[in-house]
């Protein structure tokens, strides 16, 4: 008799969750809703980030079917500190913070200043990570690997929320 009500607990929970128009955020039929057209992509920074966005926004540079055409302008940063030493000066945790300013211009409705000179939007994106050291310097090197490529790619997936939010 348990058995059956897990079960039919189950079925119920996914039927429910198939018919109530679930769907994850970052699914592929969300890319299609962005109506953003990148006309121009500058990127400026650390070149690992550089390589990530580019193959993140390029399905935005077509621009057949969009309705909104921007000018888009990157810059990444990436540092490694040390956080915190131990008694004989030897690092124990490190601090690594990336940051992505994102620099555009709206070509359907562009910002002017004061002046009548055209002003691009700002944004930035901004992650950090604690992480202990390691006494074999090789694990240290993929666990940082692993680290900027997390960030990164938490990074990129604000970018393109904030990009799909563009009116």
């Known amino acids: 008799m348990k058995y059956f009500n897990k079960i039919l607990k189950f079925c119920l929970f996914f039927v429910f969750i198939s018919h109530c128009g679930f769907e994850p955020i970052y699914s592929l039929s969300n890319k299609k809703e962005i109506k953003v057209g990148i006309i121009e992509l500058e990127v400026s920074g650390d070149h690992a980030m550089n390589r990530n966005i580019e193959r993140l ?3 935005y540079k ?3 079917g969009k309705s909104i055409f921007i000018k888009l302008d990157v810059t990444n940063s ?3 500190e040390i956080d915190l030493k131990d008694s004989k000066g030897n690092p124990s ?4 913070t990336m940051t992505t300013n994102l620099s555009f211009d709206n070509l359907n409705t562009p910002l002017f ?3 009548g000179e055209k002003r691009w939007r700002n944004r930035q994106f901004s992650r950090k ?4 050291n390691l006494d074999n310097k090789f694990d240290l ?3 940082e690997e692993s680290i900027r490529k997390n960030l990164s790619m938490q990074i990129n997936q604000e970018i393109i929320l904030y990009l799909s939010k563009i009116k």
Do not use: G, V
Not at 93 to 96: F, V
Not at 129 to 132: A, C, I, L, T, W
């Open 57 to 59: 926004l390029a399905p």
């Open 141 to 143: 090197r993929r666990y």
């Open 113 to 115: 200043n004061e002046d």
């Open 78 to 80: 990436f540092t490694k």
């Open 129 to 132: 990570f604690n992480y202990q």
């Open 93 to 96: 945790q490190y601090l690594i």
């Open 62 to 64: 077509n621009t057949s």
